[in-house]
């Protein structure tokens, strides 16, 4: 037995190389059936859909206008194999993928996962590649062990993708946002505007590693089986479906290692499938010898490439160090901006305030007011940002309160104004709360100005809570006088209401309630 270990090496590489060839020769033999070699012949360019941003697995690249990845690579083996031209169709996108696969104007996709839904139009292949599904947050992000542990939070999931399918099915009280491609999804997470992204693991490290996604990282594995890989075929085609299963077959074990290895820069560990090598060859002995050999060397790789896993990782650690102390530099420039921001403000107000002493006219003292008012809401809102642990996030009920109690106490002198103030919990941002607190400020401003005359009491009341994705909803109003039917205002007031819901996105309404009640449906600034 240690006769055959210390065999020459120069014989040992022969040996493997014979044997590679045997394999070889053995996977070009495809036996077509004769209605199938027809069908090729009858078809000799099809055209298919895919994603052009799911790289490492299919990517259209921009600069040179060519289709790449691991499915283009498994596409060059079945046109080698078979003759047939599969040509990608140009500026099209996974969505569009999808519809036009369902209405049968795409006839295939060549990368493209099964289930219950799309078996209705689709015959699929045998799998012919896996990948793991997995969940990814950022680095600073509590700890999370299954999908259960995200009920209630918000993940970012490409358009089109099946997981979100699954997920919405299994776990729906996980809210989806939809992105375009993995890189916005996970560009989602990496900034914090979302909580997870899910997904496969190839394509999650591809762009870990491409982009430099230092924040992120591959939090725990899914439930869910394997991400399977299959072609896609329109339902009267069963014999390409026949044609490419045969070609997949024939590929062997090596090959496929090799078009993964080549795309997908992070470690795996593959069984060693010595089940062809008994067609090959009949010596037991030999057979054995193969496997040790083929360890041996994959162990040896496998260093390796821990190796330089390990080095790859600590430049990574030594850059976050790094990009963590310029966002505590950047952090303190920011408050000290916002601190003179204010005071810049509250100089402002006071000029107003001390020009205003010398109008005679009640009108232009009133303009003078309402524009004092609308500087102190934006000064309030940049003393609150000054003042927060946390730049990024103020206490929005907190901040409203104080807005509205302070136009209170400066428009009503004898009357007796109940605030009622609810907001939900919610993470609105500084390009948010800006235009929301100045609209605030105009509502409040016209309640107390028109909404009591002849009263000596009544209500002010602000709601804000959260509808789905980015959409927020704010009810605001008194329970005074109302509205006349037939009356239109055009003040400035009005003009700036209508200027900063269109900042929004939102859309402004009256509700049939008692005194001027409106509804304001809006977007949080600054979320895809």
């Given amino acids: 037995m240690l006769s055959f270990f210390k065999m020459n090496k120069s014989f040992l590489i022969l040996l493997l190389s014979i044997i590679t060839f045997i394999g070889n020769v053995n996977a070009q033999e495809i036996d077509f059936t004769e209605a199938e070699k027809a069908w090729i012949k009858e078809h000799p360019v099809i055209y298919h859909g895919y994603d052009p941003t799911w790289a490492p697995f299919e990517f259209y690249n921009e600069k040179d206008t060519l289709y790449y990845g691991i499915i283009a690579d498994y596409i060059k083996i079945v046109e080698d194999k078979t003759g047939i031209d599969l040509r990608p169709i140009p500026n099209i996108t996974w969505k569009e993928t999808i519809k036009k696969l369902e209405t049968g104007e795409v006839d295939l996709a060549t990368g493209i996962s099964s289930n219950e839904r799309r078996k209705g139009f689709l015959n699929f292949t045998k799998p ?81 590693n491409k982009e430099g996604f230092t924040n992120i990282k591959i939090a725990a594995p899914t439930r869910y089986k394997n991400s399977d890989l299959s072609f896609g075929v329109r339902k009267d085609w069963p014999e390409l479906v026949s044609i490419v299963d045969k070609v997949f077959e024939a590929i062997p074990p090596e090959e496929h290692n090799k078009i993964k290895l080549d795309w997908i820069q992070v470690r795996y560990e593959y069984g060693v499938n010595v089940g062809k090598i008994v067609y090959i060859t009949g010596i037991l002995l030999l057979i054995v010898l193969l496997v040790i050999v ?25 850059s976050l160090s790094e990009l963590e102390k310029k966002n505590d530099e950047k952090r303190a420039m920011l408050k000290e901006i916002h601190h003179r921001v204010k005071n810049n403000l509250q100089v402002v107000n006071s000029l107003l305030k001390f020009q205003s002493r010398k109008l005679k006219s009640e009108e232009a003292v009133t303009m003078f007011k309402e524009t004092r008012n609308r500087v102190l809401s934006m000064a ?41 103030i609810k907001i939900a919990p919610v993470n609105l941002m500084m390009r948010t709360l800006v235009p929301l607190g100045l609209i605030i400020n105009e509502m409040i401003t016209n309640s ?55 900042q929004l996105n939102g859309t402004l309404e009256q509700l049939d309630m008692p005194g001027a009640v409106f509804k304001l449906t809006f977007d949080k600034i600054g979320v895809s």
């Fill in 128 to 208: 012919y590649i896996s990948f793991p599904l997995v969940i990814v947050t950022r680095k600073d992000y509590d700890f999370i062990g299954d999908l259960k542990d995200l009920n209630g939070k918000e993940v970012a999931l490409p358009t089109g993708f099946y997981t979100s399918e699954m997920i919405s099915r299994d776990f729906p009280k996980i809210q989806i946002i939809h992105a375009d491609g993995v890189k916005e999804a996970l560009k989602s997470v990496s900034f914090g505007t979302a909580d997870a992204f899910v997904g496969n693991l190839a394509v999650v490290s591809y762009y870990i």
């Fill in 448 to 502: 107390l100005k028109h909404g009591f005359k002849n009263r000596t009491k009544g209500e002010i009341s602000v709601r804000i809570k959260h509808l789905e994705g980015v959409r927020y909803e704010m009810i605001i109003g008194d329970n005074g006088n109302g509205i006349k039917e037939g009356h239109k205002s055009t003040g400035i007031g009005v003009k700036l209401i209508k200027t900063f819901t269109k």
């Fill in 294 to 318: 083929i360890i041996l060397l994959w162990n040896r790789s496998l260093q390796r490439e821990i190796v330089k896993r390990n080095i790859i990782e600590k430049k990574l650690e030594n």
């Fill in 380 to 420: 309030m809102l940049h003393e609150k940002m000054y003042r927060s642990d946390d730049i990024n996030q103020i206490d929005v009920q907190d901040y409203i309160s104080l807005l509205v109690e302070d136009l209170v106490k400066s428009y009503t002198v004898d009357k007796q104004i109940k605030i009622s």
